[in-house]
């Protein structure tokens, strides 16, 4: 009796990880060294930071469905989770140089984002798909 895995092969997983901690990482590394904090350098900092927030939490994710997916997860979904952290952490990090992230607003926005990932969940469990339809 064979069992089939609920989630995509951790290879393709632990690649897109590297690639995206990788330049994120050295990105952000670039910027602080390198370049006076104005309005593009700023802007890149928060592009690498969810790039490399993103590449990191990519196998926890991964890791953290492979124990508690009961249907199948697809690769977009996984990188889907791991984006909303990177997201969060963009946030998080704005709301700190404003002065204004307390731990409250930290939680409800963490909930927040989890409210959002739940309910792409449920739509992509709502949507029909027809037996021609291969999953990936």
Known sequence: MSMRSNIPPFGKILTTSLLL???GGGGLIFIILFLEPRLGPRW???FFLTM???GTALPAIYLIQRRIATQYVSSRVLIREALFFGIFLDLWIWLQIG???TNLIVIML???LFLVDFLLRLAEKA???SDDYAEE
């Open 21 to 23: 901690t990788a330049l």
């Open 99 to 101: 002065r204004i992230a």
């Open 52 to 54: 490399g927030g993103t």
């Open 110 to 112: 963490a909930g927040g």
């Open 127 to 129: 949507t029909f798909k």
């Open 44 to 46: 890149l900092f928060y």
